[in-house]
């Protein structure tokens, strides 16, 4: 009697536990729905955005590269801060010029690479009703990207130590 007491209060608790497992993973699933949500519109918005202006500057010969601001931390120390090139990355990855892009900020094209497979994804599921599983945006996705910021700054500011610019 008491070993079957004691076996159905540690069944008891197990359910209890696998109870709150599985409200912990509707509420995971319902936060990464929202992140994808979040994700997918900030991600059209973007390629409208640069679209948008890419049309505007051939209709009116405007360019938003006449007017570079300067960065001050580089202004300051002499060294490129983490963001430093990461402008004309975008530039020349939108005028095709891939190595370069890398080679200005290497983000720049992880960014485009990550983001294009969500959105392309996400995009075919939402279009076939789900019958097609999207990529989710993880947070792993930004931990890679908070790395190459870094090593991308270590290296190039470790560059310029010794002489050398990488952001000819």
């Not at 209060?9 to 536990?17: A, G, P, T």
């Amino acid at each position: 009697m008491k070993k079957n007491c004691q076996s159905q209060i540690k069944s008891n608790r197990l359910s209890k536990i696998h109870f709150l497992k599985n409200d912990l993973t509707n509420k995971d699933k319902e936060l990464q729905r929202e992140i994808d949500v979040y994700m997918f519109l900030v991600g059209w918005i973007s390629i409208f955005i640069f679209a948008s202006y890419e049309i505007l500057s051939k209709l009116t010969g405007f360019r938003i590269t006449k007017f570079e601001i300067p960065c001050i931390f580089h202004r300051v120390t002499g060294y490129d801060c983490p963001g430093c090139g990461g402008t004309r990355a975008v530039i020349f990855l939108l005028h095709g010029d891939v190595i370069k892009s890398f080679q200005y900020h290497p983000i720049v094209l992880y960014t485009v690479v990550i983001g294009g497979i969500f959105l392309l994804t996400q995009t075919v599921s939402r279009l076939t009703g789900g019958r097609i599983k999207p990529v989710h945006m993880k947070i792993f996705y930004f931990w890679i990207a908070l790395g190459i910021i870094i090593l991308n700054c270590i290296i190039k500011n470790a560059a310029l130590f010794y002489g050398i610019n990488l952001l000819p």
